[in-house]
């Protein structure tokens, strides 16, 4: 089992930047392939982005690419998303996640992670 907890949130202005963090306790953190999901007030949980292992492989969805980047630090058991451009769309609470499967392709639905953060909220005003 890994706890995660989310931080970095907060309220900016469009055209702004913020670096979400998810701190990982538990199982070695390196064993997980880990991601950063996003939902809306009344909307669905939606993908955001996804990193391997080591680091080596990321994914992203088509309008987070160019403007987020997903990293992680292994020694430090953490799991970043600097994003660049907000824009008011961009609203809406973070989780990261984390899934212990040993599949080489990363995971891009939230059905495929097992456990999750509790979320911090980005506020992007216009």
């Known amino acids: 089992q890994v706890q995660l907890v989310e931080s970095g949130g907060g309220l900016v202005q469009a055209g702004g930047s913020l670096r979400l963090s998810c701190a990982a306790s538990g199982r070695a953190f390196g064993r997980f392939r880990m991601g950063w999901f996003r939902q809306a007030p009344g909307k669905e949980r939606e993908f955001v982005a996804a990193i391997s292992r080591i680091g080596g492989t990321t994914s992203y969805a088509d309008s987070m690419k160019g403007r987020f980047t997903i990293s992680r630090d292994n020694d430090k058991d953490a799991l970043y998303l600097r994003m660049n451009s907000l824009k008011p769309e961009d609203t809406a609470v973070y989780y990261c996640?984390?899934?212990?499967?040993?599949?080489?392709?990363?995971?891009?639905?939230?059905?495929?992670?097992?456990?999750w953060g509790k979320g911090t909220l980005v506020n992007v005003s216009s």
């Open positions: 996640a984390a899934d212990p499967t040993l599949a080489p392709s990363l995971a891009t639905s939230p059905t495929q992670y097992v456990y």
